[in-house]
Structure formats: C-alpha cells, structure tokens
C-alpha cells in the first residue's frame, strides 16, 4: 500500500506527472499538492499508477 508520503516523492520527481486540478491560468501548481493522488494517471491504493512505472519511480528515488 502506498503512503502519502511516497506518493508525494514519487509524484515530485516523475517526470510523467500531469495535474489533474488545476485550472489552466495556474500554471504553477503548490509543491505541496503534487503527489501521485493528484496525478491523472493514479488510479487509487488498489491499481495505481496507469502507466505502472509507480515501483519504478519509487526505486529511483532510493538510488540518490
Ligand atoms: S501516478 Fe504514475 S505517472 Fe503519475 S506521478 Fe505517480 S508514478 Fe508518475
């Protein structure tokens, strides 16, 4: 099960991430809000990432 804070790293550094709340004339989102949750390609705790690269980006971000 993902936590809310691995989401939130994995969702800072993926360089998939798309927003899927923001108006267009915010054109720069809060840091605080990009996480996985907040990405269109999440879709929930259950299937998560869309494109299945969440465990990928999750291991990336050990590596630094
Ligand atoms: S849901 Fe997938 S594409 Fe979106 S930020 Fe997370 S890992 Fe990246």
């Known amino acids: 099960m993902p936590s809310l804070d691995e989401m939130m790293a994995v969702g800072q550094s993926c360089s998939e991430y798309a927003p899927t709340h923001w108006s267009p004339?915010?054109?720069r989102p809060d840091p605080e809000e990009i996480s996985c949750?907040?990405?269109?390609h999440?879709?929930?705790?259950?299937?998560m990432c869309d494109?299945?690269?969440?465990?990928e980006q999750l291991l990336n971000l050990d590596q630094t």
């Open 25 to 27: 004339r915010s054109s």
């Open 37 to 40: 949750e907040t990405c269109i």
């Open 42 to 47: 999440w879709q929930g705790e259950e299937e």
């Open 51 to 55: 494109l299945d690269i969440y465990e």
